[in-house]
């Protein structure tokens, strides 16, 4: 009979029993420890090949060691090729994040450059998510500054428009996007439907990279305005060309042989690694991005390469090619899954000479020092959070410190900001915001906003996370405010029995100057750092970062309520409709004084719908 403490058994002699009850089928294994968690995610050409790797007692690196002793059970999952079985393995890394597996952390979706398709003049504008709206789109750019860069040199040369079709049918003269010549005011007529047009068709030729035509095409029609003695519309092109001979000439580091690809560089230094992703379409750079996957200590180039790329277009479009600076474990395996993804072929090379590999050298070159400033904060980084530690007499250097604020307008439209910082800096993704929902706090209620948030917060920490094996738990709460404040903070912690939590207040001091704060704790007097010391002003950019995010979110919301109508509580009254209903009427007060022949009248909207918006405004009185 066995003993029910008994240790369960772990190592290479729990994998070697699945030997017997797997075949030589591609699939996807995982390998879980005495609590069943996973550790490990791989894919396997021949699981059963590969299980018996693993199997043996020794011949490992380090981490594959620790990974095998740690491991208590498998489990396994066949496919019916090793494609599927790559695709697989990324979307369970991702979803489960095993600890053993090189991960990429940071999953934002990236901004594009849409060309609206409905309207007669196209609007132009940045565009992050699906792609449901009509009309063409151009990217991925590497960040929002990218975009709106290209956007500005769009506008200065083709005279787009960018305001929202609301505001474009509002307009009853031409605004200051056409006084600073940024735009050729098609809302009050100053520029025909074809004209208009042809520009749109001219900006989509600079995207696609063919500006030199239209340079070229542009210079033909100056002369002949000037000979026509049209002289205003002579310099209006001369302007357009001379701001598209500078967006050519900013543009110098583009590359020519290189029409559509992405160069993915990694650079590998003291256990951490730096991946740089620069995004070339129609032969222009547009922009770069770096990343810093989780990874061991003995990885190899070529998996972490290939688990950052299987991760990386497991939710984007690949291009038709990647370049890149380093072989991967599976090149074909990965040409045959992105192609699937795409719908027409993917190439991979690791170029050795030409200007593909100039541009990886750069990208290379980038990665390098982005690593190298990385590991600096980091150093940087690790003394502050000791420091901290050393301050408020705390057991460890706190891996995660959650700094909560709240934000309102005598009372409206409150939300509570919660910004979370480790050893890594602010770590914007686990950044959360309350919108406070509490119908019976006092307008401008601190203290009820904030123990609503921290109720929220710990109520689903309990929840999710019970036994604080997650990394979601804090380490250190800061308050933004005194005595009062942590000692409501604190009964709500004995409320929850979590009681063992730090927390720090951090209340301006004298004359509420920055510099003077001083920091509150439970049952202990009030205390104040150095002026110069490091740590005092780590704390006051935690604290700055909290109220901007939070100020940030109210804003939002207030923006959010200012632009709602009763249109918005009307079933089936969408934003197309709104829009339709708005430009027809003028206000939401107006839909409401129409009678129901008048609502029929606009377009798009249907008898039963015009019935239903006339029978909300009269029902209501």
């Not at 396994?76 to 994040?97: H, V």
């Not at 002003?537 to 939070?550: C, G």
């Amino acid at each position: 009979m066995s003993d029910a403490n008994e240790k369960p058994k772990t190592g290479h002699e729990v994998i070697q029993s699945y030997l017997k009850t797997i075949d030589g089928s591609p699939g996807v294994y995982r390998m879980l420890d005495s609590e069943s968690r996973v550790l490990y995610v791989g894919k396997a050409r021949n699981l059963r090949a590969r299980v018996s790797n693993y199997a043996r007692p020794s011949g490992h690196s380090g981490r594959i060691a620790r990974m095998i002793s740690n491991t208590a059970s498998m489990m396994f999952l066949t496919t019916k090729t090793e494609t599927e079985a790559l695709l697989l393995e990324q979307n369970l890394i991702k979803q489960l994040k095993p600890k053993f597996n090189v991960l990429l952390r940071d999953d934002k979706s990236f901004p594009n450059i849409l060309v609206t398709a409905t309207h007669d003049y196209p609007q132009i504008k940045k565009h992050r998510g699906a792609k449901k709206e009509k009309g063409n789109y151009y990217g991925p750019f590497a960040s929002a500054g990218a975009v709106n860069r290209t956007l500005n040199q769009l506008q200065r040369v083709f005279l787009l428009r960018d305001c929202s079709d609301a505001m474009f049918e509002s307009r009853s003269r031409p605004c200051l996007q056409h006084q600073i010549k940024r735009c050729s005011a098609p809302c009050v007529g100053k520029i025909s439907p074809e004209e208009y047009r042809k520009t749109v068709q001219d900006a989509e030729k600079f995207l696609n990279g063919k500006s030199t035509d239209i340079q070229g095409r542009l210079a033909t029609e100056m002369a002949e305005a000037s000979e026509a003695m049209e002289f205003e519309r002579a310099a209006a092109l001369r302007d357009r060309i001379k701001a598209l001979t500078q967006v050519q000439t900013a543009q110098g580091i583009n590359p020519q042989g290189v029409a559509e690809a992405d160069i993915i560089a990694l650079h590998l230094d003291q256990g951490q690694a730096c991946v740089q992703v620069f995004f070339i379409r129609a032969n222009q750079n547009w922009g770069n991005r770096d990343y810093y996957p989780r990874v061991g200590p003995d990885v190899d180039a070529a998996e972490v390469l290939e688990a950052f790329i299987g991760q990386f277009y497991d939710t984007r479009e690949p291009p038709r090619q990647l370049i890149l600076s380093n072989d991967i474990e599976s090149p074909d395996l990965m040409v045959e899954a992105l192609s699937g993804k795409l719908g027409r072929k993917v190439d991979i090379v690791v170029p050795k000479r030409g200007e593909k590999a100039e541009l990886v050298d750069g990208a290379l070159r980038n990665a390098r020092e982005s690593l190298a400033r990385k590991l600096a904060e980091t150093a940087t980084q690790t003394n502050l959070l000791k420091g901290i530690a050393d301050a408020f007499d705390l057991p460890a250097p706190p891996q995660r410190i959650e700094v909560y604020d709240n934000s309102h307008i005598q009372g409206t439209n409150a939300v509570g900001g919660m910004i979370v910082a480790g050893p890594d800096g602010m770590m914007k993704n686990q950044y959360r915001k309350f919108n406070i929902r509490g119908d019976d706090l006092t307008p401008g209620d601190d203290f009820g906003m904030m123990k609503e948030v921290l109720t929220r917060r710990f109520k689903r920490l309990l929840k999710e996370d019970p036994d604080r094996k997650l990394g979601m738990w804090p380490d250190l709460l800061l308050i933004d405010g005194g005595a009062g404040q942590v000692s409501a903070v604190a009964s709500i912690m004995r409320e929850y029995g979590v009681e063992d939590i730090p927390m720090v207040g951090v209340a301006k001091g004298v004359d509420r100057d920055a510099g003077k704060e001083e920091f509150y704790r439970v049952g202990k007097r009030p205390m104040a750092l150095r002026h110069n010391d490091p740590v005092l002003y780590f704390i006051q950019r935690l604290r700055d970062e909290a109220h901007r995010f939070a100020i940030g979110t109210h804003r939002a919301k207030r923006a959010k309520a200012v632009g709602a109508t009763p249109l918005d509580d009307v079933p089936g009254v969408g934003a197309a409709r709104k829009r339709a209903l708005l430009a027809h009427f003028g206000s939401a007060k107006a839909v409401g004084r129409a009678n129901l022949s008048d609502l029929k009248a606009v377009d798009g909207v249907s008898v039963a719908l015009a019935e239903r918006i006339y029978a909300f405004f009269h029902e209501r009185g």
